[in-house]
């Protein structure tokens, strides 16, 4: 079965990317994972990407939650 | 009428924005819409709401480019219908925001719900109740 190892942040929530389960432990640092069952021809970047939303990891939304008009159009 | 559901602002900015709440679901809804695996749309008005926002330093702490932002824009609108605006939009969002005695920015809500509505969309995927739960014809779809 096709395998990939891939280095993978450990965010603040200890989750690495998009894996279920928290990872316990350190926080902040780096692990090494393997992704198995990688289909034999993946998709290209650029097509998958396009599907995907882009999860901007250093961008935080300032309150209040939720987020409605009366805050978006605050300064128009 | 049909299933299809409106994909809200607050839904995409939450899907990009890690810290909010409602990120996770958020952002499983809008991969599931560009993957085609759920019945979505978006609105001309809902993709500038969002390049608002996540241009704007007063709502990110780290706004993006216009650039990165006009393209996180066209990744939904060649994915997903953009629903037309009717060309009476006016007279309906008049019509509904006065039924409603809605005022302030609330018009901008009242507004898309009168883009949905003359567009046959009757579901919306948004965590903002505040409007679109007053208005006849309209269901919210919280994630």
């Known amino acids: ?76 | 009428m049909s299933d299809r559901a409106l994909l809200d602002a607050n839904l995409l900015v939450y899907a990009m924005a890690p810290n909010a709440p409602q990120h996770a679901v958020a952002l499983r809804v809008c991969n599931d819409a560009l993957a085609g695996s759920v019945d979505a749309c978006v609105a001309a008005q809902v993709l500038f709401e969002f390049f608002a926002t996540v241009t704007n330093p007063k709502r990110v702490t780290t706004p993006r480019t216009p650039a990165v932002a006009w393209s996180e824009v066209e990744k939904f609108r060649s994915a997903l219908p953009v629903l037309p605006v009717p060309p009476d939009v006016v007279e309906r969002t008049a019509a509904l925001a006065q039924s409603l005695g809605t005022a302030a920015q609330e018009v901008f809500d009242v507004q898309l719900a009168a883009t949905m509505l003359a567009n046959g969309v009757e579901r919306i995927y948004t965590f903002d109740h505040g409007v679109f739960g007053r208005v006849p014809g309209i269901r919210i779809v919280e994630p």
Not at chain 1, 9 to 37: F, M, N, Q, S
């Open chain 1, 1 to 76: 079965m096709p395998q990939k190892l891939v280095r993978a942040r450990i965010r603040e929530d200890r989750r690495v990317l998009e894996l279920p389960e928290p990872i316990p432990g350190a926080v902040g640092g780096e692990v090494y994972v393997a992704l198995v069952g990688l289909p034999e021809e993946p998709p290209t970047d650029r097509t998958a990407s396009r599907r995907r939303v882009t999860v901007w990891e250093d961008m935080r939304l300032r309150g209040p939650f939720p987020l409605t008009r009366r805050e978006i159009y605050e300064d128009v």
